[in-house]
T-cell receptor, first 111, second 114 residues
Framework: GNSVTQMEGPVTLSEEAFLTINCTYT??????LFWYVQYPGEGLQLLLK?????DKGSNKGFEATYRKETTSFHLEKGSVQVSDSAVYFC??????????FGKGTKLTVNP | DTAVSQTPKYLVTQMGNDKSIKCEQN?????MYWYKQDSKKFLKIMFS???????INETVPNRFSPKSPDKAHLNLHINSLELGDSAVYFC?????????????FGPGTRLTVL
C-alpha cells in the first residue's frame, strides 16, 4: 500500500537557518503530494502541494518539488523564523482519496 | 466564515460513556473524513463519506459510528468509550476532482477518557 516516510526529528534550528525536512513516498500510480503544518494547540493547515511530477509547491517561503525519479518531496525554507515552530506532516493522496501521512517532524526555531 | 468546524473543541468524559463529535463544512465539498491523531501525533484515516455514502472504513472498532445527515455534515458517535480512545479527532473535507484531492481540516476535538 501507499506509505510516507519523513525524518522524525525533532529538529532544532536558530533563526535564519536553512531548513530541510526529508520526505519520501511509496505509491502506485501518480499520487498528489502535500505538506501540512500543525502549530501548537491548533489543527492542520495545508502548507503546499504538488499534483504531478516536477511540480513545485510553495507558500510562506517554503518550497517542495515533486521528484518522481527519487520518490521524494522534501520541504525547504531558506531562512526560518521563530513563528515557523510547528509540526510538519508530509502526506500523499492516491486513488483511494484518503490521505496517508508521515509521522510528523517537530521543528523548534530559537531566537 | 469558518470552512470546516467541529464541536466540541475539548471533551472530557468517563470510561463507558457515549459521546458525539459534530463536524460541518461550508465549502460545498462532496467528501468528508474523520482522522485520529494519537499521543505521538500520528494521523490515521478512520472514515470517509462521499455525498452521505460511506466509502472508507479503516478497520475502526464498531463502537465508532459515523453519521452523515447531509453532505455538509459528518458526525462521529462513540459508544462505550475506552481509555485508548483518548486522542485528537480531526474532521476534513475535499472535492475529489479539485487539485489532487486537497483536504481541508477542522480545528480538532481533543477527547480525554478518564
Amino acid at each position: 500500500g501507499n506509505s510516507v516516510t519523513q525524518m522524525e526529528g525533532p529538529v532544532t534550528l536558530s533563526e535564519e537557518a536553512f531548513l530541510t525536512i526529508n520526505c519520501t513516498y511509496t505509491a502506485t500510480g501518480y499520487p498528489s503530494l502535500f505538506w501540512y503544518v500543525q502549530y501548537p494547540g491548533e489543527g492542520l493547515q495545508l502548507l503546499l502541494k504538488a499534483t504531478k511530477a516536477d511540480d513545485k509547491g510553495s507558500n510562506k517561503g517554503f518550497e517542495a518539488t515533486y521528484r518522481k525519479e527519487t520518490t521524494s518531496f522534501h520541504l525547504e525554507k531558506g531562512s526560518v523564523q521563530v513563528s515557523d515552530s510547528a509540526v510538519y506532516f508530509c502526506a500523499l493522496s492516491g486513488g483511494s482519496e484518503k490521505l496517508v501521512f508521515g509521522k510528523g517532524t517537530k521543528l523548534t526555531v530559537n531566537p | 466564515d469558518t470552512a470546516v468546524s467541529q464541536t466540541p473543541k475539548y471533551l472530557v468524559t468517563q470510561m463507558g460513556n457515549d459521546k458525539s463529535i459534530k463536524c460541518e463544512q461550508n465549502l460545498g465539498h462532496d467528501t468528508m473524513y474523520w482522522y485520529k491523531q494519537d499521543s505521538k501525533k500520528f494521523l490515521k484515516i478512520m472514515f470517509s463519506y462521499n455525498n452521505k455514502e460511506l466509502i472508507i472504513n479503516e478497520t475502526v472498532p464498531n463502537r465508532f459510528s459515523p453519521k452523515s445527515p447531509d453532505k455538509a455534515h459528518l458526525n462521529l458517535h462513540i459508544n462505550s468509550l475506552e481509555l485508548g480512545d483518548s486522542a485528537v479527532y480531526f474532521c476534513a473535507s475535499s472535492h475529489p476532482r479539485d487539485h489532487g484531492n486537497t483536504q481541508y481540516f477542522g480545528p480538532g476535538t481533543r477527547l480525554t477518557v478518564l
